[in-house]
């Protein structure tokens, strides 16, 4: 941790990441897991012959084609949901429209991909689709998963344990868990556990510890990432931590509609609260103080339409800014919310992460399985052997940090 940031180093200093090397992580993303998500979606549910043709449009142009605007036809009337943020995209696009995908920068091509696979779906239509999340078979599965039931049994143990190694376990669950984000499931073949290493590359955690002291009347903010697998693990955190008073209150930040496959909205946090009420033992007592919370406000849910922007955390709009300035430590987790935290460059990885965070209106900590080519923080002797051991350390989920600005 830097106690003395240095002046944030501006984005020039090191390239932005773009999806056109053949053989990258980002072009992989495009061109094989965007095209496989848009069939798992489309074997998902009975959609009609017009949604079969959008999908099919979108997949010509996302592999053949050029980056299209959200449709014309789309209404323009603002009372009307599917027009929200047109204007928008209209300006976020302006640089990239007529240009093939790939050519975009990684973090904007993926975000508009979302967005376009939302409207082929007619998710912000004004039909009967509206509002029909396409990815909720896959979060809902994840939530029957023999995986889930024995994690959930698995707090009955940890219960007897001493406050600070529960807390510790109850760390580590909620960094652990974003290793289980369907998307990165699409493509590759077997994300399983036993294939990890467990390896941490930074680990600022007892720095984390520090900045939530016990007694203090702290607010702690959330930015959470994926649904199902993450998002509990996450609660259970939580609900730690206002046991144990490391803090008083506690905003979780969701997206306000469905993106990058797993990640959760409300829909998925409530179904995932639901889950630990009807459960039996610890994780049912977890989920029950939960729902106290939330209904004294000690818990709080919160949306804003910036958590599906394809823009870095350093352009926050005012509104949200000053809505998570009123945390003593904001948790961000999982690989986009670190992407859009540190920026979506190639930084050289020994570049300070306090440097690259030092716009964040609070104290940060960032919680992160490694799915992308973004790294920063590393000391020179943790990247020689990261780099020496020849494997994908940066994009195969195997490794994980827990990164601290004050
Ligand atoms: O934010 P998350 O859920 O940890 O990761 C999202 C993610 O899997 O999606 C992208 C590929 O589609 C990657 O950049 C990133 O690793």
């Not at 599917?82 to 696009?93: C, L, N, Y």
């Not at 082929?120 to 078979?137: C, K, L, R, S």
């Not at 919160?302 to 394809?310: D, E, K, L, N």
Request: proline share 9%; glycine share 4%; hydrophobic share 40%.
């Amino acid at each position: 941790m830097t106690d003395n940031p240095s002046p944030t180093p501006t984005p020039h200093q090191a390239p932005v990441i773009l999806s056109d090397e053949p053989g990258s992580f980002a072009h992989e993303v495009l061109a094989k897991r965007h095209p496989a998500l848009i069939q798992r979606v489309r074997d998902a549910f009975p959609y009609s012959r017009r949604q079969h043709k959008a999908l099919d449009t979108l997949l010509d142009e996302i592999t053949n084609g050029v980056v299209e605007p959200l449709a014309p036809s789309a209404p323009s009337d603002p009372s009307v949901p599917s027009a929200h943020d047109h204007e928008q995209w209209a300006e976020w696009g302006r640089e990239h429209f007529g240009r093939p995908w790939f050519d975009a920068p990684f973090l904007w091509a993926e975000s508009y991909f979302y967005r376009r696979l939302l409207e082929a779906v007619e998710y912000f239509g004004t039909g009967p689709w509206q509002g029909v999340d396409p990815f909720a078979p896959f979060k809902q599965a994840e939530l029957l998963t023999p995986a889930v039931h024995q994690e959930l049994q698995a707090l009955d143990a940890l219960a007897s344990t001493p406050a600070d190694q529960r807390a510790t376990a109850l760390l580590h669950a909620s960094l652990w868990g974003n290793r289980a984000d369907l998307g990165f499931r699409v493509t590759q073949a077997n994300p399983t556990p036993a294939a990890a290493t467990n390896a941490l590359v930074a680990n600022d955690e007892s720095a984390l510890w520090r900045l939530l002291p016990a007694t203090a009347d702290s607010t702690i903010a959330v930015i959470a990432d994926n649904a199902g697998r993450e998002l509990i693990p996450d609660l259970i955190l939580i609900d730690h931590l206002l046991t144990h008073r490391h803090a008083a209150r506690a905003i979780l930040h969701l997206k306000p509609h469905p993106y990058y496959v797993s990640d959760a909205t409300p829909t998925d946090t409530i179904d995932s609260l639901r889950l630990l009420t009807q459960a039996p033992g610890e994780a049912g007592a977890i989920g029950h103080r939960l729902q106290a919370a939330m209904a004294t406000d000690r818990l709080e849910i919160r949306t804003h339409p910036f958590f599906c922007a394809p823009l870095p955390y350093a352009n926050m709009p005012d509104d949200l800014r000053d809505q998570l300035s009123t945390a003593t430590l904001t948790i961000l987790k999982g690989d986009l919310n670190y992407r859009r935290l540190v920026g979506d460059h190639l930084w050289d990885p020994t570049t300070p992460f306090a440097d690259l965070t030092a716009h964040f209106p609070t104290p940060v900590a960032a919680l992160r399985t490694l799915k992308s080519d973004v790294i920063t923080g590393l000391d020179q002797k943790t990247l020689d052997t990261l780099e020496r051991s020849g494997s994908a350390w940066r994009t195969s989920g195997t490794h994980a940090l827990i990164q601290v600005r004050r």
